[in-house]
């Protein structure tokens, strides 16, 4: 199974910016999706998650700014930020917890796609 991040880059605050992230492998149901984020120096945190019936959380820090959201059909997670600052400057990764099989649950993460936001 691989989660395969894009999106990512270069953007001046108050710009907007689209995350994607699709999982593909032997994958017999895909969980609770997300995105984290690690800044330098920082540890990694939650920024978003969906579950596979679509509800959603948020860190405080984003609300109102981001919004994630899935097909279940393509087995992909978007992520679309809005109104961003500076302090969303970080390595953002994809997240999933993926049955392989009809027992059998794994956490995967993406390789990172880089956020820069300018002032």
């Known amino acids: 199974v691989q989660l395969v991040e894009s999106g990512g880059g270069l953007v001046r605050a108050r710009g907007s910016l689209k995350l994607s992230c699709a999982a593909s492998?032997?994958?017999?149901?895909?969980?609770?999706m997300g995105w984290y984020r690690q800044a330098p120096g920082k540890q990694r945190e939650l920024v978003a998650q969906i579950t596979s019936g679509g509800s959603t959380n948020y860190a405080d820090s984003v609300k109102g700014r981001f919004t994630i959201s899935r097909d279940n059909g393509k087995n992909t997670v978007d992520l679309q930020m809005i109104s961003l600052k500076p302090e969303d400057t970080a390595v953002y990764y994809c997240n999933a917890l993926i049955q392989v099989k009809r027992y059998y649950e794994f956490e995967y993460w993406g390789q990172g796609t880089q956020v820069t936001v300018s002032s």
């Open positions: 492998g032997s994958i017999f149901r895909i969980n609770d």
